[in-house]
C-alpha cells in the first residue's frame, strides 16, 4: 500500500540556518514524489516534482530510492519559507490512477 | 491562481443536518478531488471524480457522497453532520498533460471552513 511519512510535525530553525524536511514513503513500484507548500492564509501549491529536479525557492529534493525518502533541503532558509510543507505521492496503477497520497505534513517556522 | 472557487468559505452547522459544499472550476480539468485537512492528519482524500457522473472513494469516505453532473462543478454532500466532520475541505483539479498521461500537478481552491456544533 502507498504511504507517505513526514515524521517531524512542527519544525523551527533560524533564518540562515539549513533545513531538512524529511519525508518517507513507501510504495511498490516507480515512485512519482512531489512536496507542496502551503503559506499562511494561502492555497496549497505545487513546490516542486522528483521528476524534474529543479531547484525552487532555493528548495532542493533528491529522491533515494534505497532510503525510500524524499527529503526536502534548503541551505539558508529565510523568514519567508515559514509555512506547512506536504510531501507527496502519485499512484499510477489501476484503479488509484492519478491519485495523490500526502503526508501529514510539516510546520516549518523560521525565526529572524 | 486555477479558476477554482469553493463555497460556501465558512459554514457553522448543527449535528444531523445536511450540508452541501460546492467546488466549481472554469479550466475544464478532467479530474476533481475533495480533501479535508485536519492537524495531525494531513489531507486526506474524501473522494474524487474521473469525469461527468464517474466518481471513486477515497480513504475517508464514509458519511461523505459527491456528485459531478457537470465538468465544473463537483460537489460534497455531509448526509447527516456530525462533529468529527468539523474540519477544512479542499478541493483540487488536475487534468492529462502533454505526454497524455494524468498530470501530476494538482491546483486547490482556497478551501471551506465547516464547523459542526
Known amino acids: 500500500a502507498q504511504r507517505v511519512t513526514q515524521p517531524e510535525k512542527l519544525l523551527s530553525v533560524f533564518k540562515g540556518a539549513p533545513v531538512e524536511l524529511k519525508c518517507n514513503y513507501s510504495?511498490?513500484?516507480?515512485?512519482?514524489l512531489f512536496w507542496y507548500v502551503q503559506y499562511s492564509r494561502q492555497r496549497l501549491q505545487l513546490l516542486l516534482r522528483?521528476?524534474s529536479r529543479e531547484s525552487i525557492k532555493g528548495f532542493t529534493a533528491d529522491l533515494n530510492k534505497g532510503e525510500t525518502s524524499f527529503h526536502l533541503k534548503k541551505p539558508f532558509a529565510q523568514e519567508e519559507d515559514s509555512a506547512m510543507y506536504y510531501c507527496?505521492?502519485?499512484?499510477?496503477?489501476?484503479?488509484?490512477?492519478?491519485?495523490?497520497?500526502f503526508g501529514r505534513g510539516t510546520q516549518l517556522t523560521v525565526w529572524p | 491562481d486555477a479558476g477554482i472557487t469553493q463555497s460556501p468559505r465558512h459554514k457553522v452547522t448543527e449535528t444531523g443536518t445536511p450540508v452541501t459544499l460546492r467546488c466549481h472550476q472554469t479550466?475544464?480539468?478532467?479530474?476533481m478531488y475533495w480533501y479535508r485537512q485536519d492537524p495531525g492528519h494531513g489531507l486526506r482524500l474524501i473522494h474524487y471524480?474521473?469525469?461527468?457522473?464517474?466518481?471513486d472513494k477515497g480513504e475517508v469516505s464514509d458519511g461523505y457522497s459527491v456528485s459531478r453532473s457537470k465538468t465544473e462543478d463537483f460537489l460534497l454532500t455531509l448526509e447527516s453532520a456530525t462533529s468529527s466532520q468539523t474540519s477544512v475541505y479542499f478541493c483540487?483539479?488536475?487534468?492529462?498533460?502533454?505526454?497524455?498521461?494524468?498530470?501530476?500537478?494538482?491546483?486547490f481552491g482556497p478551501g471551506t471552513r465547516l464547523t459542526v456544533l
Open positions: 507527496a505521492l502519485n499512484s499510477r496503477r489501476g484503479s488509484t490512477l492519478g491519485r495523490l497520497y
Open positions: 471524480s474521473y469525469g461527468v457522473k464517474d466518481t
Open positions: 483540487a483539479i488536475s487534468e492529462l498533460g502533454t505526454s497524455g498521461r494524468i498530470a501530476d500537478e494538482q491546483f
Open positions: 510504495y511498490s513500484g516507480s515512485p512519482e
Open positions: 479550466e475544464n480539468h478532467r479530474y
Open positions: 522528483h521528476i
